[in-house]
């Protein structure tokens, strides 16, 4: 390696004054040229230290080097050495650009006042920063679920599944995405076949939640079939908690939604849920 060669390269502006009746003034060139003992020196130098000498070295500034201050570490000590740095001009043009767009979008009054999300999500996703949707942490969650429910099966990690996406899906949008992305089916539904009362329970609560207030949802629910899979638990299911959780399910599909209560009776559920109260340990 070469680092025996190394040069701490140090430029900055000095800010020292010029004192016009000194004896003893550096007079810099363009190329380095050592500051002796005592020397003034002029403003505005490149100034760095020969790491091989120990010795202070000074010169003229290149233009366009001109007002900057950097430190700078080099295996080179020649001018290659500021080759390195992004030359000022680029910069300020660089910046002026960046200005004149800037003018550009508020004359254009600004369509969008705030950027999309898919601009965002681009020029965040640059910085490893990108902020994750509902829609897509349900869509996570779905897959995620999928691969619990094919391979592990490890119920700890499906019953934290649901719970997440019974808290997102109290939001009427997120409901909606999850029914887009066939929640109802890959999860609700299929949870409802685990033997596993807890994800029963959790399942029925999800569903609740989905269609609570969400009419779009409560056709959905109905259509898929939920009120079928509801009368089912609630005749065959011996735990009442499991009961109970389908009673809540049951309740929100069925608010304020005719067609649901039409194919709810038709369905013989009212002498299910005669039968459901009747038991002693129903509460
Ligand atoms: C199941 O998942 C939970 C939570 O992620 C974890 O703590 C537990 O060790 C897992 N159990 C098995 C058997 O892998
Ligand atoms: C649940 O199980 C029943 C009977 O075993 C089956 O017919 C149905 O397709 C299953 N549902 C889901 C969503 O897996």
Redesign the pocket.
């Known amino acids: 390696m070469r680092c025996g060669f190394l040069t701490f390269v140090l430029i900055l502006l000095v800010g020292v004054s010029c004192e016009t009746e000194d004896e003893d003034i550096f007079v810099p060139s363009h190329e380095w040229k050592e500051i002796k003992q005592g020397q003034k020196i002029p403003a505005g130098l490149h100034i760095r230290v020969n790491l091989q000498t120990g010795k202070k070295e000074a010169r003229l500034p290149d233009e366009i080097n001109n007002k900057k201050q950097a430190l700078v570490a080099t295996e080179e000590q020649n001018e290659e050495t500021f080759q390195h740095q992004i030359p000022l001009i680029e910069l300020e043009e660089t910046l002026k650009k960046i200005k004149n767009d800037a003018k550009q979008d508020s004359s254009e009054k600004l369509k969008t006042k705030y950027r999309s999300y898919d601009e965002l999500k681009r020029e965040l996703g640059t910085l490893k920063l990108t902020p994750k949707l509902d829609s897509e942490i349900i869509r996570d969650l779905i897959d995620d679920y999928k691969i619990e429910v094919g391979g592990?099966k490890?119920s700890?990690?499906i019953k934290n599944i649901l719970e997440d996406l019974e808290y997102l899906s109290h939001q009427i949008d997120n409901a909606i995405d999850f029914v887009n992305q066939n929640g109802f089916k890959d999860v609700v539904y299929n949870s409802l076949n685990e033997t596993d009362s807890v994800i029963k329970v959790l399942s029925l609560r999800l569903m609740g939640s989905l269609m609570q207030n969400n009419p779009k949802v409560q056709i959905h629910g109905l259509e898929t079939g939920c009120i079928r899979e509801i009368l089912k638990i609630l005749t065959l299911e011996k735990q009442v908690g499991v009961k109970y959780q389908a009673v809540g399910a049951l309740s929100a599909v069925l608010r304020r939604f005719p067609l649901a209560q039409k194919q709810f009776v038709e369905n013989g559920g009212l002498s299910v849920i005669s039968k459901v109260f009747e038991d002693k340990n129903t509460k």
């Open positions: 592990s490890n700890t990690r």
